[in-house]
């Protein structure tokens, strides 16, 4: 089986797709700030604070959370597939780049009780408050 990457007659579309395509998708970027940093969501309800990482199409395995001296962190590192010598990649256009989020934990976060869970390309992670810090309503009778 041959592939032909340039066949005739191309199309107009084609050409300005192969010219736009390929294109560093940085420029015009900070080139410090990775593009591949996850996008995070961060909810406080009155028992906990609720975080969402916004990384689809990873293995949970690859994933990890790390708590340590005020400290969190979530990083993700892909380990490259190696060839073996019955297949040949012609293209590849799947990438996954490795990346590190650090967010610093109040002293009103109970450490020990942080939960993660990866679920439809999010990973949730609960961080609940200590039991001081819950703030529960309470009514003051006027005398």
């Known amino acids: 089986m041959t592939l ?5 007659p191309r ?4 050409l ?3 010219i736009f395509n390929s294109f560093p998708t940085t420029w015009g970027t900070d080139s410090n700030k990775s593009s591949s940093t996850p996008k995070v969501n961060i909810h406080e309800t009155k028992d906990a604070y609720l975080l969402d990482l916004s990384a ?3 293995n949970k395995e690859d994933l990890k959370v790390n708590a340590e001296n005020g400290l969190l962190t979530i990083s993700f590192e892909k380990k ?6 019955e297949v040949k990649t012609i293209k590849r256009e799947f990438s996954y780049a490795s990346f590190s989020r650090s967010f610093s934990l109040d002293d009103k976060i109970d450490v020990e009780g942080i939960q993660a869970k ?3 390309g999010v990973l949730k992670l609960n961080l609940p408050k200590k039991e ?3 703030i529960t309503p309470k009514a003051i009778t006027v005398g």
């Open 16 to 18: 300005f797709d192969e």
């Open 11 to 14: 199309n107009i579309n084609f």
């Open 4 to 8: 032909v990457k340039h066949g005739y």
């Open 56 to 58: 689809p199409g990873l």
């Open 80 to 85: 490259e597939d190696s060839q073996t010598e």
């Open 132 to 134: 001081a810090v819950k």
């Open 118 to 120: 990866y679920e439809n």
